[in-house]
């Protein structure tokens, strides 16, 4: 799935939503119209659905799944991942998202997209 592939009917849905953020000490809500205004987002394929971060695309060679939680009813999931566009240090590349699926379409948008320091799993949760 694309971007371009998307109905002006769609488009302008997503412009409606805000999403929460915490990047660098400066926090949301953004809205998604500046995000397709100024940036060039595009889809991820995540565990075989279409999941639309606020990211430009340029990060997506640079982006790794590392965990998808997904609801009961399969309408949203949280997605923990690592970008290292800018830095390779897991400290500093971990991201989560929850995204949720929008009415009647068969992707998913982000509603929060926030730092997340990467953190070994605790033996304790295995």
Known sequence: MKLSDLSTETLEKIKLV?????????????SWELVLRYE?????????CAILLPVDKLHHPNISI?????????NSVTVFLSDTTYED?????????????LKNEEFFLAILYHEWFI?????VFE
């Not at 805000?18 to 953004?30: A, F, M, N, V």
């Not at 400290?91 to 949720?100: H, I, P, Q």
């Open 119 to 123: 953190i070994e799993r605790a033996a």
């Open 89 to 101: 240090d897991p400290f500093f590349s971990g991201f989560m998202a929850v995204c949720d699926r």
């Open 18 to 30: 805000r999403w929460d953020r915490i990047i660098e000490k400066h926090e949301g809500p953004e």
């Open 66 to 74: 590392l965990r998808c939680i997904w609801s009961a009813d399969k």
């Open 40 to 48: 060039q987002p595009e889809f991820l394929e995540v565990e075989g």
